[in-house]
């Protein structure tokens, strides 16, 4: 039974900074690519970023703003998310897909989805 759990999300002000975190259970960590998507009220979700061995890839909206990162002895993936914008308001979740390859920005690729976690940037 493949569990993804996300935390970290909250309420900041508009330039703060949030560390999101994804722990993963009952698969093979290393075996998989992980990303990022979001969603806001009555918007389609989207890609935010990716990682997995083949890189990593980002939204043009977060780059030079979030990094995604993983420790597979840990179990655990992170999006460092500074700079934060109103924009970024929606609720974050973890998804995952056993591949190599360079991670799908493509929602329905993905195999698992985590619950969600929710990311509130005030102006």
């Known amino acids: 039974q493949v569990q993804l759990v996300e935390s970290g999300g909250g309420l900041v002000q508009a330039g703060g900074s949030l560390r999101l975190s994804c722990a993963a259970s009952?698969?093979?960590?290393?075996?998989?690519?992980m990303g990022w998507f979001r969603q806001a009220p009555g918007k389609e979700r989207e890609f935010v970023a990716g990682?997995?061995?083949?890189?990593?890839q980002y939204a043009d909206s977060v780059k030079g703003r979030f990094t995604i990162s993983r420790d597979n002895a840990k179990n655990t993936m992170y999006l460092q998310m500074n700079s934060l914008k109103p924009g970024d308001t929606g609720v974050y979740y973890c998804?995952?897909?056993?591949?190599?390859?360079?991670?799908?920005?493509?929602?329905?690729?993905?195999?698992?989805w985590g619950q969600g976690t929710q990311v509130t940037v005030s102006s």
């Open positions: 009952g698969l093979t960590f290393s075996r998989y690519a």
């Open positions: 998804a995952a897909l056993p591949s190599f390859g360079i991670p799908p920005t493509f929602a329905p690729a993905y195999d698992h």
């Open positions: 990682i997995s061995w083949s890189g990593t």
